[in-house]
């Protein structure tokens, strides 16, 4: 078997692994989640180059005796400096890490795909609220978890046009109020008229171009801060990075 690889991927986290070195969490386009070590990554070739959010093209050795891979080089697509910088593009970078190393699943291309995406828009200037809602809604439908928006799922009732959909946890969908198992009251996994036609409207379309459709900042606040409780319930709760991100 080769024991030298090259494949496409995203650093998710990095952390100091003695003096020198560095462990390194990725996310690969064929291999998934996986761990590598950057030996002299701290100091020598690769000081400097193997930082958190950055996508590229990484040649690693993969020592099947241990079953460990260590980083040899990274070609850079994409640095991820512009998130790095700023503090609020850091949590919704570090959310969307947590999300995808908590739910390992789903097609990894498709994974890949979305998560390059999702950062090569936080490293450019986009809406950072629009990022996460159209992150999450297109991760939870890869992970075969999206709800239907044109009728319950439970009782197949098609749903009105002013219809506010509620949210069943056992199902992790949204469904009908009458289906709902959370407090309705509460309005906190409420999804309105206007914003279930946004999510309609916008899920044929690629990423960049989903993004690119505006929503006045209310709305786009309210829309994500549903999407990022879905994305907790479907996680299973206690998302370490969900306070930050939610303000
Ligand atoms: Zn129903």
Known sequence: MNRNLTTSAIVLLGRRWGDLHR?????SKDLGLIHALAYGARKGKLAGKIEQFLSGVFYLYHNPVKNDYSIIDVEIQTTGERIRNDLTRTYAASFMAELVMRMEGGDRQSVHALLQQAYALLDA???????????????????????DLASCPICEKHYSEEEILFFNTVIHAPCCGDCSDVDNDSFQLALGPGARKYLMFTSDMDFYGAVAITLNEPTARRIKRYMLRYASIVAGGDLKTLAVVME
Do not use: M
């Open 125 to 147: 200037n986009e809406s950072i609220d629009r990022i996460i809602i159209q992150f999450i809604w297109r991760f939870i439908a890869i992970a075969g978890l999206q709800g």
């Open 23 to 27: 462990s390194i969490t990725l996310y």
